[in-house]
Nanobody, 125 residues
Framework: QVQLVESGGGLVQAGGSRRLSCVAS???????????MGWFRQAPGKEREFVAAISWRGGRIYYADSVKGRFAISRDSAKNTVYLQMNNLSPEDTAIYYC???????????????WGQGTQVTVSS
């Protein structure tokens, strides 16, 4: 069982940056390193959408077109942590951001086995 806890959300002005973290709070140190990780987001009144994903070794990375060039996903397996660096934020990025774990990297939410509770990111204009 993998439990994921996101942090780093908050209020940021348009054009600003924010770094989200996702830590596996249970299991052995090697637990998270066996999983590919993804970030998703859900804005009010909208469906959850894919943001970024990274394979378990970090060799494959995928981004949604809407965040390509502005967001960067990375992982530190030794710390059991995945990051999402968000730059040049706009009000359209306002959403609850979720991290999730899967055995095989995939942009589909249905492919992910474990989810965090989410962290709110609000971008003011």
């Amino acid at each position: 069982q993998v439990q994921l806890v996101e942090s780093g959300g908050g209020l940021v002005q348009a054009g600003g940056s924010r770094r989200l973290s996702c830590v596996a709070s249970r299991g052995t140190v090697s637990t998270l390193s066996l999983y590919s990780m993804g970030w998703f987001r859900q804005a009010p009144g909208k469906e959850r959408e894919f943001v970024a994903a990274i394979s378990w070794r970090g060799g494959r990375i995928y981004y949604a077109d809407s965040v390509k060039g502005r967001f960067a996903i990375s992982r530190d397996s030794a710390k059991n942590t995945v990051y999402l660096q968000m730059n040049n934020l706009s009000p359209e990025d306002t959403a609850i951001y979720y991290c999730a774990a899967t055995r095989a990297v995939d942009p589909r939410a249905s492919a992910y086995d474990y989810w965090g509770q989410g962290t709110q990111v609000t971008v003011s204009s």
